[in-house]
């Protein structure tokens, strides 16, 4: 069974135009982290929530929000989104300090 | 600070053919080490994982040790199939937790 739920799994989108990615996880942890990922390069860290303190990256950027009404969901919100933000959108979350992430299947994104 | 590094790909095998990926880190203190798959179109998922010095992680006909003298971590794998076809990340995390640092990603290809 999934346990961090990715919705929907394929998102187009207009340039500009406000677009929210979720995420869910089944595992109850603290922290939940999303990532942006191009052409099978590593993923690139936006932000994590450890419960419900934000903490983002320096590098990324305002265009990308993000909110986690509780632990089990968290939202992805780009604002206004451009041609160079198409990408998959990795979330993920972990538990124990010395333990991988569990990520979920992604969210393919295209701008149009 | 950490770093992962992997050997470049992409590499190209037939299949049955032995696999080695290339996999060194710079960390401090005793980091646990990871080895993710990811398939064409889908997330990330965990191969194996190993937290302290020799470590071995093991899944799926795949292995790897961790070797704290070479700062190492290479995946091997006896005998490849066209189903292995994927980018694989080897990733490191800290003893303190915090972040998931990956290597650059080695994108392998099995032919029949």
């Known amino acids: 069974d999934a346990m961090v739920i990715q919705n929907p799994r394929y998102q187009v989108t207009q340039f500009g135009k406000p677009v929210t990615l979720s995420c869910s996880q089944t595992?109850?942890?603290?922290?939940m982290y999303w990532y942006q990922q191009k052409s099978s390069q590593a993923p690139k860290l936006l932000f994590h929530y450890y419960d419900k303190d934000f903490n983002n990256e320096a590098d990324t950027p305002d265009n990308f929000q993000s909110r986690r009404p509780n632990t089990s969901f968290c939202f992805l919100d780009i604002r206004s989104p451009g041609l160079g933000d198409a990408a998959m959108y990795l979330c993920?979350?972990?538990?124990?300090?010395?333990?991988?992430?569990?990520f979920g299947s992604g969210t393919r994104l295209t701008v149009v | 600070g950490n770093s992962v590094t992997q050997m470049e790909g992409p590499v190209t095998l037939s299949e049955e053919a032995f696999l080695t990926i290339n996999c060194t880190y710079t960390?401090?203190?005793?980091?646990?080490l990871f080895w993710y798959v990811q398939y064409p179109g889908e997330g990330l998922q965990l191969l194996l994982k190993?937290?302290?010095?020799?470590d071995k992680g093991s899944n799926k006909g795949f292995e790897a040790t961790y070797r704290k003298e070479t700062t190492s971590f290479h995946l091997e794998k006896g005998s490849v199939q066209v189903s292995d076809s994927a980018v694989y990340f080897c990733?490191?995390?800290?003893?303190?937790?915090?972040?998931?640092?990956f290597g650059q990603g080695t994108e392998l290809s099995v032919k029949p």
């Open positions: 993920a979350t972990t538990g124990l300090t010395n333990y991988g992430y569990t």
């Open positions: 990733a490191l995390r800290g003893n303190q937790g915090g972040k998931l640092i």
């Open positions: 595992l109850n942890h603290n922290v």
């Open positions: 190993a937290t302290k010095a020799d």
């Open positions: 960390a401090t203190g005793y980091p646990s």
